[in-house]
């Protein structure tokens, strides 16, 4: 009977081993027919040969071809897809080349700086900075600093972001690295655009979009025209800034680009509230909210709940104003976005006003004015709800509140709202 029952598993061993040979067969003629037909071009099909040569057990061609499927699915916005691909090149890479390992790191982390998981983002740009300076690779030292240095202005600070963005443009300009100087330049933009230094942050900017053209990358040249578009809009120069923007949004459609589409929408939307034009606004900001929520844009979520608590206090709908204040609150919290945090601060400073709470007004503004990752713009809300305080409020207790909300913990602040809804 043991002799039977032996034979038995034997047979079944062999012909699983045969079917898996079979299988792994089938596979690798399916990569190869799909190499030969779609020779010309292969785009649209890299994921479908990281499976088949995954199924046909040749590690080296699915790490290949998972990159290309990482790289296409980010393209696309489809960030869930890109992380799956990128994660199991690195499975594939192991300690075999830890250069790639080092790109496809920070290409990674790059997508959970899109995704607002600034945790997850700034250790696998970490580990890729290591790797990339061990193994000697330049440029992908450059991108590695540029994400880590847009991961901390995301979150306000300013500073720390100066550093790891001019020790990228350094490192860049030294490697004549054309590309990574103008994802440097840009992301040094923004930081003095919020710092309030607009010669400057147009200055980077032409400079940004300069090089994008030599180099042709539509891409880039997008992002230059976002940021020129941001400081055309704040001096006023309304036409400009559609302009650029409306450009900008030309080549991300033309790209396929939903996240660099909903920056551009977003921005068309504040351009339309500047202009008191609050039903485009409102437009432009629920379709961002809708296309960030699809694909996960949680940064941009919040920031289109932000803006259409804005469009509800001009149009005086302070009820319907506090149904996206509270999401937005906390989804920035979620993020750890604290420069989104006090812009909703600032509205709810605004709407107190309107309760007649001016006391309550005064404290979340002197929050505010004291707070380390307050920008030019926030800054400017602050002040002018604190204007219409003045004239109610006497000066003893407006200095009061002002001087209590100083000392007042932000992310406490927020939990006590979040909770009072």
Same mark, same amino acid.
């Given at each position: 009977?043991?002799? @039977? ?12 081993? *045969? ?36 199924? =046909? ?125 103008? =994802? @440097? ?40 025209? &976002? ?78 709940? *932000? ?47 309107? &309760? ?16 380390? =990752? ?48």
């Amino acid at each position: 009977m043991k002799y @039977v029952f032996n034979q038995v598993l034997m047979m079944e061993s062999a012909y699983n081993m *045969q079917l898996f040979k079979y299988l792994r067969e089938l596979h690798k003629q399916a990569a190869n027919a799909i190499e030969n037909l779609y020779a010309h071009d292969l785009s649209g099909h890299y994921s479908d040969l990281a499976y088949h040569y995954g199924g =046909a057990r040749d590690e080296e061609r699915e790490r290949h071809y998972a990159i290309l499927a990482g790289d296409e699915a980010f393209a696309k916005s489809d960030n869930k897809h890109a992380i799956h691909y990128y994660k199991r090149s690195v499975e594939l890479i192991e300690q075999k080349d830890d250069k790639l390992k080092a790109t496809v790191l920070v290409k990674l982390g790059t997508v959970y700086v899109w995704m607002s998981d600034y945790p997850s983002a700034q250790s696998y740009l970490e580990e890729g900075l290591i790797l990339a300076r061990q193994t000697d690779d330049p440029h992908t030292i450059v991108m590695a600093l540029s994400e880590l240095g847009r991961i901390v202005y995301l979150q306000g600070d300013y500073d720390k972001a100066t550093e790891y963005l001019e020790l990228g443009l350094t490192t860049a300009r030294q490697n004549n690295d054309k590309f990574g100087s103008v =994802a @440097v330049l840009r992301h040094l933009g923004w930081v003095v655009y919020f710092q309030g230094n607009f010669e400057q942050s147009e200055q980077y900017a032409i400079e940004s979009l300069a090089i994008s053209r030599e180099i042709n990358n539509l891409y880039q040249t997008a992002t230059a025209l &976002n940021l020129l578009g941001a400081v055309t809009t704040w001096r006023l120069t309304f036409s400009k800034s559609e302009e650029y923007y409306q450009e900008g949004l030309a080549i991300f459609r033309k790209l396929g680009d939903r996240r660099g589409i909903c920056s551009f929408l977003g921005n068309l939307g504040r351009l339309a509230l500047d202009q008191k034009r609050f039903t485009v606004a409102d437009r432009y900001f629920k379709e961002v909210l809708d296309i960030s929520q699809e694909i996960g844009l949680r940064q941009s979520v919040a920031l289109a709940l *932000q803006n259409l608590v804005r469009v509800c206090i001009h149009l005086c709908q302070f009820e319907k104003a506090w149904t996206y204040l509270f999401p937005a609150l906390q989804e920035s919290m979620a993020i750890g976005a604290e420069p989104l945090l006090l812009n909703n601060i600032a509205m709810v400073a605004t709407l107190q006003v309107h &309760n007649k709470n001016y006391k309550k007004a005064g404290m979340l503004i002197g929050l505010i004015l004291n707070h380390p =990752a307050s920008n030019k713009n926030v800054i400017s809300i602050a002040n002018k709800t604190l204007m219409s305080i003045q004239d109610v409020l006497p000066k003893n207790e407006l200095e009061a509140a002002i001087s209590k909300g100083s000392r007042m913990d932000l992310n406490i602040v927020v939990k006590e709202l979040i909770d009072s809804q």
